[in-house]
């Protein structure tokens, strides 16, 4: 059923600078799978901001990070990968599951050990969930402070998956973690 493979395993309420090493540990992680586009960087945007750097090199040390991107000017994303110093992949027509699983066979870990993160559902947790990998949406990084980063498309997949049944609130697909979580006073 489609809104089964639309439906985040964690929503995160927050961008990808929020992803904590606790949640890693809490769900077991040992690799991330990000998107670029609006997930690290705006759209269009080579530089990689000093948070984004401090927030990388926390991540590598919890795991494995590959950059995984449905853009296709590589020229751009490799910049963005060499300041992270992180493998990347280019042209990966999400929710195709082609390129993920070539970053899984180079982390060589199982994809319930890997996450899928990114800020949209009809390329990042669709093509995640197709390969059973944990599914992480997160927000937007904002273009600047005075403009957040809400596209119509996002807007429309969040429309549409609604439709279908998806639960978009910030929440975890486990039952377990259900029953514990508290919503909104979690930190994630």
Known sequence: ???????????????????????????????????????????????????LLLWMNQAKQMGQVWLVSNNVNSHRIQRIADRLQVPYLTSA?????????????GMALAPDQVAMVGDRLF?????????????????????SASRPAISLLRWLEVTISRALGVTLSRRTSSPDALASQEPESQEI
């Open 1 to 51: 059923m489609l809104s089964t493979l639309l439906q985040p395993d964690l929503v995160l309420g927050g961008n990808v600078l929020n992803l904590s090493p606790d949640l890693w540990q809490r769900h077991n992680l040992k690799g991330l799978i990000l998107d670029v586009d609006d997930t690290l960087v705006p759209l269009g945007q080579t530089e990689t901001p000093a948070d």
């Open 123 to 143: 390329t990042d947790v669709l093509a995640g969930n197709r390969l059973g990998l944990f599914t992480i949406l997160v927000d937007p990084i904002p273009a």
């Open 93 to 105: 027509a999400k929710p195709s599951r082609r390129k993920l699983q070539q970053a899984l066979e």
